[in-house]
């Protein structure tokens, strides 16, 4: 099969006849399921991948284990909404990963070097650690989590079906930034 009908059999197989949803369709759980051909697995021409959906994103999920001993494994999300168009959301990756690998698992996603990009559509990868006890060596060490705008930056709400239980309300961000200002001048 040549590269082009392989590409365009791949675009159809994993495009369902559910390929197009409204992009604010409310958020369903991930269900694994198939493609239009009865396969519960898809190959991209190098690896085979798990296949989920919700009423947003469709989702192939594979394990890398390393040969390596001391190599922890990674879980390779490959990403891309139902109609197709391009993620803009933060908050719906971190979904998909809590969802499918775990809410204590972190991951990367990864801006390569130019040799080595790959930007042939609206996809997006996430690279997880299946273990909820690796930590990745740089980010923010305690959690934060606000909506509105407070201090001058704009954070979108959350679904109410999803808002935080510790979500930082307006009045003590305002006084951090305040105590902030008095100890270092700034902020």
């Known amino acids: 099969m040549g590269r082009r009908s392989w590409q365009k059999k791949m675009r159809r197989t994993l495009q369902g006849k559910e390929a197009t949803v ?8 991930f269900e694994q399921t198939t493609d239009s051909q009865g396969n519960d697995r898809c190959f991209d021409g190098t690896n085979w991948f798990d296949i989920y959906k919700n009423s947003r994103f469709t989702v192939l999920k594979r394990t890398i284990t390393s040969s390596h001993e001391n190599e922890p494994e990674i879980v390779h ?28 698992c972190e991951a990367v996603q990864i801006f390569p070097a130019e040799s080595r990009m790959v930007d042939t559509s609206n996809q ?3 690279w997880v650690f299946s273990d909820p006890k690796v930590r ?9 989590v606000a909506e509105g705008n407070i201090m001058g930056a704009i954070q979108e709400p959350f679904e109410e ?27």
């Open 22 to 29: 409204r992009a604010d369709e409310p958020w369903t759980p």
């Open 77 to 104: 999300l490959s990403i891309k909404r139902n109609d197709r168009a391009p993620i803009m959301n933060w908050r719906d990756l971190q979904k998909i990963k809590n969802e499918l690998v775990g809410p204590e």
């Open 124 to 126: 997006y990868h996430l």
């Open 136 to 144: 990745i060596p740089f980010g923010y060490r305690e959690r934060l």
């Open 161 to 187: 079906h999803v808002r935080p239980d510790d979500l930082v309300p307006r009045e003590k961000m305002e006084e951090a930034r305040r105590v902030h200002r008095e100890m270092y001048g700034t902020g």
